[in-house]
């Protein structure tokens, strides 16, 4: 598709909206807004005529709704980009993860309290156009650099040399785990509902998970996941302490880290600036993990749009941390594991389907057999 325009249908009741998105992405000129749909039936009946490379689709229209028409969309088109528009509302992000776990792609939170039409604008294109480039595969990727697998020799598939620098250098291995720290971003609710469930119930070490999404969203997720996992999942909050068994994912618009205190590592949530554009971010949590566990931490970069977590895992990797990355075939976006690997960091790269085992296997081994339970 190098050189042609992105094609996009646009599929929402709204006309205020329909205008809005065409207007945003029209200020691109990689992408093409090829038509619109009222609704998902009249969306259905336009899609064999335009052919279209992504679609956005509305959550909540009459005659059929986005839910209904992914499901009939997946019948015809397995692959196809479709970006959900949601409502950042209960409602809006339970029917979004609805979508998710029916095949959507990715979604954009529609803009609420803005004070202008340009606001508006910039609100949608800072979400819309980026995913869009990256599930069409025209996000920039940083230059590779020769990355060795902890193994020694480099995995199947691993980049060629190349690029300014050597890869980060890693430190005496210390051969145990404390704690397993995951970034994750695009596709990460499917991945995750794969991975987190795959784990069990007497895992020795607490988890820790930043994944993109907004305040509400990482909630709704967190009770989900909780009730398809042998493990306690919850969205983090202030102090809370981290446990065996205990999965904490970072609340939306909060940075994640920890301090040790008198009765254990703690979370600490702040909303300090943005990084890599994105709060929550991977960065600070990789970094914080590396400086309370120092060595002793199995950090895992899965599928997910930009570069954010590689360079929070160099300092992991330097104290003699292990790192796992999620490999091309099995991410939905291959831009955050794909930048780990661009950098050059020693990792091992796993499929989604072999992630759960190797979380577990890296983990338990040097620490012994374990009985405590993940729930009271």
């Not at 329909?18 to 807004?33: P, S």
């Not at 038509?35 to 956005?56: F, I, R």
């Not at 977590?309 to 003699?320: K, L, Q, S, W, Y």
Request: proline share 9%; charged share 20%.
């Amino acid at each position: 598709m190098a050189g042609q325009k992105i094609r996009v249908l646009i599929c929402d009741d709204s006309i205020v909206i329909r205008r809005l998105i065409t207007d945003v992405l029209k200020t691109d000129a990689e992408i093409e807004v090829v038509g619109t749909a009222v609704n998902g039936k009249n969306a259905l009946d336009k899609l064999p005529m335009l052919k279209p490379d992504v679609m956005t689709l509305d959550v909540e229209m009459p005659v059929m709704d986005g839910l209904q028409t992914l499901v009939e969309v997946r019948k015809l088109n397995k692959k196809l980009p479709i970006i959900m528009f949601s409502t950042l509302t209960e409602r809006g992000a339970g029917a979004t993860l609805d979508a998710l776990e029916r095949g959507a792609s990715d979604y954009v939170t529609k803009p609420a309290n803005v004070g202008s039409v340009s606001e508006s604008m910039e609100a949608v294109r800072s979400q819309l156009i980026p995913k869009i480039k990256s599930l069409t595969g025209r996000a920039p990727m940083p230059p590779r650099r020769a990355r060795p697998a902890f193994g020694g020799e480099p995995p199947a598939g691993a980049p060629a040399p190349g690029g300014p620098s050597g890869p980060v250098t890693a430190g005496t291995p210390t051969g145990k785990v404390d704690v397993v720290a995951i970034g994750i971003s695009t596709g990460g609710p499917d991945a995750l509902t794969t991975v987190i469930p795959s784990l069990p119930g007497n895992f020795p070490v607490p988890i820790v998970i930043t994944q993109h999404m907004p305040p509400v969203f990482t909630q709704l997720f967190a009770q989900r996941l909780d009730g398809k996992s042998a493990l306690h999942v919850v969205e983090a909050s202030q102090g809370e302490l981290l446990t065996p068994g205990k999965v904490l994912i970072a609340p939306g618009d909060w940075h994640m880290r920890f301090k040790r205190g008198a009765q254990g590592v703690q979370a600490v949530l702040d909303q300090g600036p943005q990084e890599n554009y994105c709060r929550p971010a991977v960065d600070p949590m990789f970094r914080s993990v590396a400086e309370i566990y120092g060595g002793n931490v199995l950090s895992v970069i899965m599928t997910g749009m930009g570069q954010d977590g590689h360079r929070g895992a160099e300092p992991i990797i330097r104290a003699g941390g292990r790192l796992i990355v999620q490999d091309e075939g099995s991410s939905v976006v291959w831009g955050m594991p794909g930048a780990a690997v661009a950098a050059g960091l020693p990792c091992d790269l796993i499929p989604l389907s072999g992630l759960g085992e190797a979380i577990t296997s890296r983990t338990v081994s040097g620490r012994g057999a374990t009985s405590r339970s993940g729930r009271a």
